[in-house]
């Protein structure tokens, strides 16, 4: 066996190890977005002490939305990884193909490429949609809609 066969394994063998773990990592990372926000909605239906500390609401919204900010960095960086990853493993498989005698077609890639990209561009997306989910209960959680009537009458009346 050649270096390049093995780098190809190895290639092949990181890329389903990383597809298999940004996938456990979103389902764990979208649990705990949405247990939270559950719970941060629950609250405005009971007296909670913990929300009423001043900023106690703008913390738990700005660390989800930093979280989240974060979450979709990682989800672009597995998806150049993945793109990178191919590019290589087309690399080596046109190196092999060139170097055997052999007059097969050259192997394709064993990497689903267009499938990993959608899941990640989804998973961006839907990191999005929890970030717009973060700010929204910002807004109806710290009054930000009663302050904005009070301008809004203000402003009128003058």
């Not at 979208?30 to 939270?36: D, E, H, M, P, R």
């Not at 092999?96 to 989804?122: G, N, W, Y």
Request: proline share 4%.
């Amino acid at each position: 066996m050649s270096a390049l066969d093995d780098e190809f394994r190895e290639i092949h063998n990181y890329v389903r190890h990383v597809a298999q773990l940004s996938v456990a990592w979103y389902t764990f990372f979208v649990t705990g977005n949405l247990v939270a926000a559950g719970w941060f909605s629950w609250t405005t239906t009971k007296q909670d002490p913990l929300l009423e500390m001043p900023g106690t609401v703008w913390a738990v919204c700005l660390v989800f939305l930093a979280v989240n900010v974060l979450g979709i960095l990682v989800c672009a960086f597995v998806r150049r990884y993945f793109l990178q990853a191919d590019s290589r493993i087309k690399e080596i498989l046109l190196s092999l193909s060139s170097d055997s005698s052999s007059s097969q077609p050259p192997a394709t890639s064993p990497v689903p490429l267009v499938l990993l990209c959608r899941s990640a561009v989804l998973m961006m997306l839907s990191l999005v949609v929890l970030m717009c989910a973060w700010v929204s209960l910002l807004v109806l959680k710290s009054d930000l809609v009663e302050i904005s009537i009070k301008i809004a009458c203000l402003i009128i009346h003058c």
